[in-house]
């Protein structure tokens, strides 16, 4: 080959590779394997973790500001409710720790494409996440953009492909990087972000219901864990169906919430003002009140206070062994401390309203007639060979007296016979 044909040759090939190259960095979604690519395997941005004390996420249509008061994460939206510190914490650790798998080379005029758009100006705006220190000093942001879409198979049910990436874009910077994370767990709903502790009714031993409505007033006690329902105030034919207050003990064994409301919602306008009241007596000595507002959407709101009665020594068995008192002392005490700690933690749900789905309050909803047997109709009965004939007496028929008839006028005198003729 002469020198000019190789030439002309290599020439060639270079015009190819820096034109697969230039397209290779600029199209992401075909470079999701790239690793040497610009700035892919750093940081995306610097986050102190430690000077964090606010979180505002904002959108097109919403902002929530998640607020870090006397050591404790609250949700600013909610007035103030607790925060789940273990997800924040996890999606902070996240955030500061996301690494760029490519870096895209993007401008301005691009970035609605990538829905990297600040909110609030203009078409195409993503998600940005700012963090603030104690003093409300900005301490840097993160817009979050278009998710990044990888082909799936088809066997499999995705053939639409499944998010494995998201376009990402520090605040102040055109800097475009694609990450690894869809990051779905950042939304600025305020009801996504509390925390969902609650408490807990365990092993009731009365029940009981005044409802809005008389047939919503009732009591449920037993003499054990174990025994059954007995319904108060039941007739000599009423009985407790077990199969249908078997489920009583587990209705709020482990609830939940929805979302919860400000402390000072108007109670006419959730219901509060006129509610059903449920109480429930535990074994443990536990005492609750729910009071429960009117349907809400699909939950009901609903607030609770709790008091307990705690034993303050322990009962010493009838057979008890000397040998084992230290043991059973040591564990009535450890009860006692649990039982301590579970009322302190349920204290603090007083005086919210908080909304509890319908299918949970329903359970409790229940007119008196629900814990009772359906009543099966009686069959007719049979009809036997050895019956004996209906017979049928008819009534007398009374016939109503018939008005005298007018006298008959006398007929006419008939015209007298012929004379019969003289004999010979």
């Known amino acids: 080959m002469k020198g000019k044909h190789l030439f002309l040759l290599l020439l060639l090939v270079g015009a190819v590779g820096a034109t697969w190259h230039y397209q290779f ?3 992401p979604d075909d470079a999701w394997n790239a690793k040497g690519a610009g700035g892919a395997g750093g940081k995306v ?33 909610r007035a103030g409710y607790p925060a789940n510190f ?4 996890g999606l902070l650790r996240k955030l500061a720790d996301l690494k760029t798998v490519q870096e895209v080379k993007v401008g301005p005029s691009q970035f609605a494409r990538l829905e990297l758009v600040e909110p609030g100006k203009g078409a195409g705006a993503g998600t940005l996440v700012e963090f603030k220190d104690k003093d409300g ?26 998010p494995a990436g998201r376009y990402v874009l520090p605040f102040g910077t055109q800097s475009v990087s694609l990450v690894a994370e869809p990051l779905d ?10 925390r969902r502790d ?55 064994a482990s609830p939940t919430f929805t979302d919860v409301l400000a402390p000072d919602a108007k109670p006419e306008d959730t219901g509060l003002d006129k509610p059903a009241v449920a109480t429930f007596e535990t074994f443990d000595g536990f005492n609750y009140t729910l009071k429960i ?17 705690l034993a303050k020594e322990r009962t010493p068995g009838k057979d008890e062994k000397p040998e084992d008192k230290a043991k059973l002392d040591a564990d009535f005490a450890a009860q006692i401390t649990r039982l301590e700690d579970k009322l302190a933690a349920e204290k ?18 229940k007119d008196r007639a629900a814990f009772l047997p359906e009543k099966k109709p009686e069959p007719p009965a049979p009809v036997s060979a050895t019956t004996p004939p209906i017979s049928v007496t008819t009534p007398p028929v009374t016939v109503p007296p018939q008005p005298n008839p007018a006298p008959a006028k006398p007929e006419p005198n008939p015209a007298p016979p012929a004379p019969e003729a003289a004999k010979p």
């Open 293 to 309: 507002g009117k349907p809400f959407g699909e939950n009901f709101p609903l607030t609770v206070a709790v008091a307990a009665t």
């Open 348 to 365: 603090k749900f007083e005086g919210r309203p908080f909304l509890v789905a319908k299918t949970t309050i329903d359970q409790l909803l």
């Open 185 to 194: 767990e950042v939304n600025a709903k305020p009801e996504a972000w509390l």
């Open 86 to 89: 273990e997800q924040l914490s």
């Open 137 to 162: 000093k900005p301490l840097g942001g993160l817009l979050l953009g278009k998710k990044f879409m990888k082909k799936g198979d088809a066997q499999f049910g995705e053939a639409g492909g499944f």
């Open 25 to 27: 960095r600029n199209r």
């Open 45 to 77: 941005f610097f986050l102190p973790l430690n000077d964090v004390a606010r979180v505002v996420v904002k959108t097109a249509d919403a902002e929530l500001n998640l607020v870090k008061k006397d050591d404790a994460w609250t949700v600013q939206e």
């Open 198 to 252: 609650f408490f807990k009714i365990e092993n009731p031993k009365a029940v009981a219901l005044a409802g809005t409505t008389d047939p919503q007033h009732w009591k449920l006690t037993r003499e054990t864990a174990t025994a059954e329902w007995q319904l108060d105030g039941a007739k000599d034919d009423e009985k407790a169906d077990p199969a249908k207050t078997a489920p009583l003990p587990n209705v709020l």
